[in-house]
């Protein structure tokens, strides 16, 4: 069953959350992710994997012939790729990111390829009258890829003014 989309700040902005459970309620633009951002996300991690940063050491061992970006690099793209598809409203004191119930890597982010995430409003699970713990099922896609590079149920808890 395809998921209903919805107007991405009504997540914000509605008082009843509850009313969008199982529909898109963002979808991201493309986002290029090219050799420059894989090695920044090494130097910060001081995580040098060659398959990650060394293109003629994949080019000659990789299964995938360049490098591929880090699995927690795309996990940690969320939070940039829900604020491009749900801009934050004035009406929000503010967000947390909650964790995860369940985070897979279904497929490799090659290099220079372009990624986008799709949120579905899975649980809201309120708080009280100005707060609610939504699950967002984010699926992060590979453009011309078949498979995602992520599913993800993740829970944010959102706070309004």
Request: glycine share 4%; net charge negative.
């Amino acid at each position: 069953m395809m998921a209903k989309t919805t107007p991405a700040l009504s997540l914000f902005v509605t008082e009843r959350p509850e009313d969008l459970l199982g529909q898109i309620v963002g979808q991201s633009p493309w986002f290029r992710v090219d050799q420059e951002r894989i090695d920044n996300f090494a130097r910060n991690t001081n995580d040098w994997d060659h398959m990650h940063v060394d293109p003629e050491w994949c080019q000659q061992n990789s299964p995938f012939g360049k490098p591929i970006a880090f699995g927690f690099q795309t996990l940690s793209m969320l939070t940039y790729l829900l604020n491009e598809a749900i801009p934050r409203p004035d009406n929000q004191a503010y967000a947390l990111n909650y964790g995860f119930d369940r985070v897979r890597l279904i497929s490799p982010v090659m290099v220079d390829s372009e990624i986008r995430a799709t949120f579905v409003l899975k649980d809201v699970a309120r708080k009280n009258d100005k707060t609610t713990l939504n699950t967002l099922t984010t699926t992060v896609e590979v453009k011309d890829q078949v498979k995602p590079a992520l599913i993800a149920d993740w829970l944010i808890m959102m706070v309004r003014k």
